[in-house]
């Protein structure tokens, strides 16, 4: 059974930094890819980066504070974020996704980043 959970989260100050990790376990198969998301209230679930063969993707305004990482051999990844605001408060959560003929999404329960003084 596919497990992904995050680590990391917490209250920071603006102007801060957090770094998260998310480790996922339990397939057969190589993760295609690995990436962040996060969910402020009363908003949509919305992407801040994924990794995918070496290669990173960014969600719209995302790039430049935070940054994505990752241990292909071990299924980790990180997200280290940088200078946060407290918009950036939310529930930021991991996704695994296996391609074997469709696509299935791991999705962990998520941890909360809290920008605030």
């Known amino acids: 059974q596919v497990q992904v959970v995050e680590s990391g989260g917490g209250l920071v100050q603006p102007g801060g930094s957090l770094r998260l990790t998310c480790v996922a376990s339990?397939?057969?198969?190589?993760?295609?890819?690995m990436g962040w998301y996060r969910q402020a209230p009363g908003k949509e679930r919305e992407l801040v980066a994924s990794?995918?063969?070496?290669?990173?993707d960014y969600g719209d305004s995302m790039m430049g504070r935070f940054t994505i990482s990752g241990d292909n051999a071990r299924n980790v990844i990180y997200l280290q974020m940088n200078n946060l605001i407290p918009e950036d408060t939310a529930v930021y959560f991991c996704?695994?996704?296996?391609?074997?003929?469709?696509?299935?999404?791991?999705w962990g329960q998520g941890t909360q980043v809290t920008v605030s003084s």
């Open positions: 339990g397939s057969s198969y190589t993760f295609y890819s």
């Open positions: 990794l995918s063969g070496g290669s990173a």
């Open positions: 996704k695994a996704r296996v391609i074997t003929g469709h696509a299935f999404d791991y």
